[in-house]
Nanobody, 131 residues
Framework: VQLVESGGGLVQAGGSLRVSCAGSGLSFRTSAVGWFRRFPGKEREFVAAVWWPDGTTDYADSVKGRFTISRDNDKNTVYLQMNTLKPEDTAVYYC?????????????????????????WGQGTQVTVSS
């Protein structure tokens, strides 16, 4: 399983960026995929997640109304559209994934905000917002 994030970069405050998480070896159709971010010296914190198969989403309060998570099942890719960016959004952004359904195991429910529940991680992409 490999997750590859892309799309990070430098943007001015108030601007927008879209980061992508492309998966291979794991179908996002039967997985939960989450975005987390890590500030220097801190643990990864939850940003947003999308649940299979109905696409239910969840957001951290700090990004609600500004960020939007979406997925393209055909491309096996999850996106995080980030609008009205603030300097405090500067961090390394990671996507995590976990298969949550199997024909034998059925559905595995978990708290999408818990980073310890995710099995697979990407390498991260830096997002820097200048003031």
């Amino acid at each position: 399983v490999q997750l590859v994030e892309s799309g990070g970069g430098l943007v001015q405050a108030g601007g927008s960026l879209r980061v992508s998480c492309a998966g291979s070896g794991l179908s996002f159709r039967t997985s939960a995929v989450g975005w987390f971010r890590r500030f220097p010296g801190k643990e990864r914190e939850f940003v947003a997640a999308v649940w299979w198969p109905d696409g239910t989403t969840d957001y951290a309060d700090s990004v609600k109304g500004r960020f939007t998570i979406s997925r393209d099942n055909d491309k096996n890719t999850v996106y995080l559209q980030m609008n009205t960016l603030k300097p405090e959004d500067t961090a390394v952004y990671y996507c995590g994934a976990r298969r949550v359904w199997g024909p034998i195991t059925g559905v595995y429910n978990f708290n999408m905000r818990d980073r310890n529940e995710y099995v697979h991680w990407g390498q991260g992409t830096q997002v820097t917002v200048s003031s």
